[in-house]
Nanobody, 121 residues
Framework: QVRLEESGGGLAQPGQSLRLSCVGS????????IGWFRQAPGKEREKISC????????YYIDSVKGRFTTSRDNVRKTAYLQMNALKYEDTAVYYCARNTDCTGAYPFGSWGRGTQVTVSN
């Protein structure tokens, strides 16, 4: 069974860091690009990052660029989202999903259940 599972969320203060993990099972992670998404309360889900399957090229939206870093370890079948300098507006449920590439030409699939990140004092 193809599955992606996120973990690592929690409560952090502004300026702190969290690292999310996305573990794949039932398929070979190295054949897939992995995207990271988030959905804040009352807002649409947005794609915030993606890492390609081939050379590990990464993409970020402007609001997280320079603060978030996505990486992958195909041996561990895991993708990561390192989140530094967290802001209140980063509060959301974070998801990972897979795709053939990062262009968005095809929809992302095999969504995980998400992990909650809350940035608060």
């Amino acid at each position: 069974q193809v599955r992606l599972e996120e973990s690592g969320g929690g409560l952090a203060q502004p300026g702190q860091s969290l690292r999310l993990s996305c573990v794949g099972s039932g398929f070979n992670l190295s054949y897939w690009a992995i995207g990271w998404f988030r959905q804040a309360p009352g807002k649409e889900r947005e794609k915030i990052s993606c890492i390609t399957k081939t050379d590990g090229t990464t993409y970020y939206i402007d609001s997280v660029k320079g603060r978030f870093t996505t990486s992958r370890d195909n041996v561990r079948k895991t993708a990561y989202l390192q989140m530094n300098a967290l802001k209140y507006e980063d509060t959301a449920v974070y998801y990972c999903a897979r795709n053939t590439d990062c262009t968005g030409a095809y929809p992302f699939g095999s969504w995980g259940r998400g992990t909650q990140v809350t940035v608060s004092n």
